[in-house]
T-cell receptor, first 113, second 108 residues
Framework: KAGVTQTPRYLIKTRGQQVTLSCSPI?????VSWYQQTPGQGLQFLFE???????NKGNFPGRFSGRQFSNSRSEMNVSTLELGDSALYLC????????????FGSGTQLSVL | SQQGEEDPQALSIQEGENATMNCSYK?????LQWYRQNSGRGLVHLIL?????REKHSGRLRVTLDTSKKSSSLLITASRAADTASYFC????????FGDGTTLTVKP
């Protein structure tokens, strides 16, 4: 089985731009969650989707949004980028609803200049 | 702040020694998980322990859970240079919440 695939691997943007990150979960996994990782704040939960519905949302501003498609692939979007949005964005999938074991992608390293 | 907090933040040992990392959390949990992350990569699930379990083993890994103290420990025995990574605990109670991690360096 292929693992969780995140694209792109690296991204450089400038302040004010917007960005869309993509995540393809492991085949058969219906839950996808997103995390932001920075040296100062650690791993912060962004949101989680299950069967196209957002089940949980972290404490991030409305500039951060996401969605999940019928094939379980997920995208997250960040609008009006700020310097502080520079981070490693990680996507994780799990087979069921209770997320007892998360399978992570390699992440998208976003740099905002 | 994070639900889970690891201690110590950094640990440096020689190959062959044991490494112990601790995690404390604040609220009731269904289970606690440990993950490993190599630099700049995604996390890899190591082991899960449920709230009704006290100890679990997987290869060179031993995890304990004390729900009365809201704490867990991860022991890696006979460490290898390849164990060099950051280790995170994660608690699950409706959603997964990760601690700040312990950076382990194993010197050959």
């Amino acid at each position: 089985k292929a693992g969780v695939t995140q694209t792109p691997r690296y991204l450089i943007k400038t302040r004010g731009q917007q960005v869309t990150l993509s995540c393809s979960p492991i085949s058969g996994h219906r839950s996808v969650s997103w995390y932001q990782q920075t040296p100062g704040q650690g791993l912060q939960f962004l949101f989680e989707y299950f069967s196209e519905t957002q089940r949980n949302k972290g404490n991030f501003p409305g500039r951060f949004s996401g969605r999940q498609f019928s094939n379980s692939r997920s995208e997250m979007n960040v609008s009006t980028l700020e310097l502080g949005d520079s981070a490693l964005y990680l996507c994780a999938s799990s087979p069921g609803e209770n997320n007892e074991k998360l399978f992570f992608g390699s992440g998208t390293q976003l740099s905002v200049l | 702040s994070q639900q889970g907090e690891e201690d110590p933040q950094a640990l440096s040992i020689q190959e062959g020694e044991n490494a112990t990392m601790n995690c404390s959390y604040k609220t009731s949990i269904n289970n606690l998980q440990w993950y490993r992350q190599n630099s700049g990569r995604g996390l890899v699930h190591l082991i899960l322990i449920r709230s009704n379990e006290r100890e679990k083993h997987s290869g060179r890994l031993r995890v304990t859970l004390d729900t009365s103290k809201k704490s867990s420990s991860l022991l890696i025995t006979a460490s290898r240079a390849a164990d060099t990574a950051s280790y995170f605990c994660a608690t699950y109670a409706g959603k997964s919440t990760f601690g700040d991690g312990t950076t382990l360096t194993v010197k050959p």
